[in-house]
């Protein structure tokens, strides 16, 4: 835990550094008869950030914060599972997005999660994830509206949208 | 007599049949979100607010009032029962809640949550009627230089009394006003903060994207690393004699709840502070001022009603600020607001003015779904106790579908889900590191009204600061949020002169 306090400090404070100076593309200072330039407010709102993470830096140094004492793993080996098995699925889940589209990336996310991750039956597995890009197509495409991605799959839902809309 | 006539007209519309039923669905939506460990009424008003571009405006904010109204009267069902609580708002009312549902009470504990939570929120519904009209109509006096120090007062409440690492919440709250800062300046309309020159970033970041990243991805992977699926639920006996014995309990302990509920209430306001301290500072009170402190944290009654009917005030106390002035009392109130901004309207004090019809409205529903609330939550106790044993393991991945499908419906832009993901995932790692996320979320919201407040003072008063000390209004604002901002450091001084002070006799 204590390395990952001063590691996120660390870039926390580059990422500060980097807004900083992507803001003072527009002027930071007074602009006569204008008032601030538009790089002002978030020139100075880095600034501070900056100077915070110095501050969780002295404090990481002083041990006085609860994570710069703390000597336990920042993620043991049930949270480095779960971190990739977890945030992995979804990573995957958004990839195939641009591929299949988003309603049946959405069912093999489901399948992927409730089967693989979850243990549940097949039984349980299709019960929720087939019926999910037929809800998620009928309530955001057609009812909201909201057309979500197809990926490549798009000459099938051609047909469906001309026979809904 | 003009207040009765408002709220009877708010009554007609919330009562429309598309309201009345929109009213009744958040209610339950939310009694199950706040049930489940895990999540609070914020993930399930972040996550469903896409979903309601589909009704008008009013219709809208009425649903997802409702289901934070629902939320707060849900969490208490899994405290008592699972012993965890369904969300942080519910955490005191696991003290004494679990103890009696160990006890094989558990019906006696959920009926006293729910009614503790009816009386809360009825208090404070009321002292929200009384007190809204008249802060709208001083606010509609604010200028800019008000509304900034408001926006001061609001951040310096999270640092003087949220109790997280003041340097972590200072970099929490900066973050989300950049963020709200990237796209284009909005007074001179260039380009500005086009990180790492991407395309994505020549348009502002929806709030949204933030909100449902850090509350329905971030939260979420926090949850099942926290909770590693150990939940035993006591048994819980309920019929209808029972049920009609257990009413009773209210009269008993009405000490606790009218107390709770004023506590709650005013608490709620504060922007840091809302229904999780809201709700321990009761319990607090409750046992301090008990004739039988020693039962507490063995099965007391009042120390389930007091943090009940406490976080229910201060849900309804949070929205004060949100409607009146434009700066929200919780989390969950920015999310609101930020939709209030995507359903076109401009919060602030020109709401009582210009949309009577959505402010009377909301205020009548939160009557309504009070009294749904209490009646829904009641009647369907084994409904919500059956629904507490859908595995996490099904209930999460449907959680992180709709905040992808939610999130990307609310921008209709694939950047923007890649976007959310990153920041969900960043939030859980920081949160890991005690860097709070609430600010962050009400940062992104309350920036696009804070910078134009500060520039347009800056300007007005040709640079000179002076202009936030010597207003009447602002002034007095100003001075409590920098006493407020540098609370903290006094209390390190204090502690260190009091340490040095030699011992007296």
């Known amino acids: 835990m204590r390395r990952a306090e001063i590691i996120t400090a660390l870039l926390m404070a580059g990422l500060s550094l980097y807004l ?9 200072g007074w602009i006569p008869g204008e008032g601030p330039g538009g790089g002002f407010w978030p020139f100075w709102l880095a600034a ?33 599972k779960m971190f990739i098995l977890v945030g992995g699925g979804i990573t995957g889940m958004i990839a195939l997005v641009e591929i299949i589209g988003m309603h049946l990336a959405v069912a093999v996310f489901l399948i992927y999660y409730i089967r693989f991750l979850g243990g549940h039956s097949w039984k349980v597995t299709l019960g929720v994830s087939l019926p999910s890009p037929v809800v998620t197509f009928l309530f955001f495409d057609i009812a909201l509206r909201k057309f979500l991605p197809t990926g490549f799959m798009d000459p099938l839902y051609i047909p469906l949208y001309d026979f809904f809309l | 007599m003009e207040l ?61 009032a409702a289901l934070y109204y629902g939320a707060m009267y849900g969490g208490a069902i899994s405290s008592i029962t699972l012993g965890i609580p369904g969300a942080s708002t519910a955490v005191a009312t696991t003290f004494d809640g679990r103890p009696l549902a160990m006890q094989g009470e558990a019906d006696k ?3 006293a949550a729910a009614l503790a939570s009816f009386a809360g929120g009825t208090i404070s519904i009321v002292l929200f009627t009384l007190f809204a009209p008249p802060l709208a109509s001083i606010a509609l006096d604010f200028g800019d230089p008000e509304i900034f120090a408001l926006m001061i007062l609001a951040f310096a409440t999270f640092v003087g009394l949220s109790g997280d690492d003041i340097a972590k919440t200072i970099f929490s709250i900066c973050i989300g006003m950049v963020m709200s800062a990237i796209g284009f300046d909005i007074i001179s309309g260039e ?104 039962k507490f944290g063995k099965g007391a009654v009042d120390g389930v009603v007091a943090p009940e009917a406490a976080n229910n005030a201060a849900s309804t106390g949070s929205m004060l600020p949100m409607l009146t002035l434009g700066i929200p009392g919780s989390p969950t109130t920015a999310v609101l607001l930020g939709g209030m901004v995507i359903w076109g309207l ?36 084994p409904l919500f106790l059956w629904f507490l044993r859908t595995p996490f393991t099904i209930l999460a991945p449907l959680i992180f579908v709709l905040s992808m499908v939610g999130g990307f419906a609310a921008t209709e832009r694939m950047f923007d889900v890649w976007l959310m ?22 940062a992104i919201v309350l920036g696009p009204i804070a910078e134009p407040a500060l520039r347009q003072s800056l300007l007005i008063s040709s640079g000179d600061v002076m202009v936030f000390f010597n207003r009447p209004i602002a002034g007095p604002i100003t001075i409590i949020a920098l006493v407020l901002l540098f609370l903290p450091a006094l209390q390190v001084l204090w502690r260190r002169v009091r340490g040095k002070r030699p011992v007296e006799g």
């Open chain 2, 109 to 111: 504990a959920l009926i």
């Open chain 2, 346 to 381: 401009q919060p602030g004090p020109r709401l009582f003015v210009t949309e009577t019809e959505f402010v009377w409205g909301l205020i009548a529903s939160l009557y309504a779904a009070n009294l749904f609330a209490v009646i829904i939550n009641i009647a369907f106790i």
């Open chain 1, 20 to 28: 900083m100076f992507k803001s003072a593309e527009l002027p930071i």
């Open chain 1, 48 to 80: 501070i950030m900056f100077g915070s993470t110095i501050w969780v830096m002295v404090n990481w140094y002083r041990r006085t914060s609860p994570p710069s004492q703390s000597e336990d793993p920042y993620l043991d080996a049930y949270g480095l």
């Open chain 2, 4 to 64: 009765l006539g408002l709220l009877s007209d708010g009554f007609l519309v919330a009562f429309e049949p598309l309201n009345l039923g929109l009213i009744v669905l958040g209610v339950v939506v939310g009694l199950f979100v706040g049930a489940m460990p895990g999540l609070g009424s914020v993930n399930g008003v972040a996550i469903l607010l896409p979903m309601t571009f589909l009704v008008p405006p009013t219709s809208a904010i009425m649903f997802l």
């Open chain 2, 191 to 294: 380009p500005r903060l086009v990180l790492f020159d991407l395309i994505g970033f020549q348009s502002k970041i929806n709030f949204l994207v933030l909100a449902i990243g850090i509350y329905g991805i971030g939260e979420m992977m926090w949850t099942i690393e926290v909770s590693r699926g150990d939940t035993m639920m006591t048994k819980v006996t309920v019929s209808v004699e029972r049920v009609l014995s257990n009413l009773k309990i209210i009269w008993g302990t009405w000490k606790a709840w009218l107390m709770g509920s004023f506590l709650g209430f005013f608490v709620g306001i504060l922007p840091a502070a809302g229904a999780t301290p809201g709700s321990l500072m009761a319990y607090g009170v409750a046992k301090m001022t008990s004739r039988e402190p020693q």
């Open chain 2, 421 to 442: 993901l990153i920041l969900g995932v960043g939030g859980y790692l920081m949160r890991k590191l005690d860097y709070p996320v609430a600010p962050a979320v009400l």
